[in-house]
């Protein structure tokens, strides 16, 4: 399975971004897709899921500025992340569980100017 992630950029302050991920390979019925994101130093950290069914996981369910959405025909994942700020610079990477597999994309840098 590969994840090929795209959307990324420099943006300033208040702008938007569509991030967009796509699985190729055996993808199963039920998996889970979404995005993580890490700055430097600290961990990688939850921003979103979405799974085969439906459900979806925000780390902040009191954060509306982003939205996970999916295609599932085409095996994607999208984040439309609105009212950027500087805290939301980081790399921001596409997940994909199915069973005990977990697969990652390469990251696409987001980086918001104050």
């Known amino acids: 399975v590969q994840l090929q992630a795209s959307g990324g950029g420099l943006v300033q302050t208040g702008e938007c971004l569509r991030l967009?991920?796509?699985?190729?390979?055996?993808?199963?019925?039920?998996?889970?897709m979404g995005w993580y994101r890490q700055t430097p130093g600290n961990q990688r950290e939850l921003v979103a899921l979405?799974?085969?069914?439906?459900?979806?996981t925000y780390l902040n369910p009191n954060e509306t500025r982003f939205v996970i959405s999916r295609d599932h025909a085409k095996n994607s994942v999208y984040l439309e992340m609105t009212t950027l700020t500087p805290k939301d610079t980081a790399i921001y990477y596409c997940?994909?569980?199915?069973?005990?597999?977990?697969?990652w994309g390469e990251g696409t840098q987001v980086t918001v100017s104050s």
């Open positions: 997940n994909l569980r199915q069973g005990s597999e977990v697969y």
């Open positions: 967009s991920c796509a699985a190729f390979g055996n993808i199963g019925s039920f998996n889970i």
């Open positions: 979405e799974s085969s069914s439906g459900i979806i």
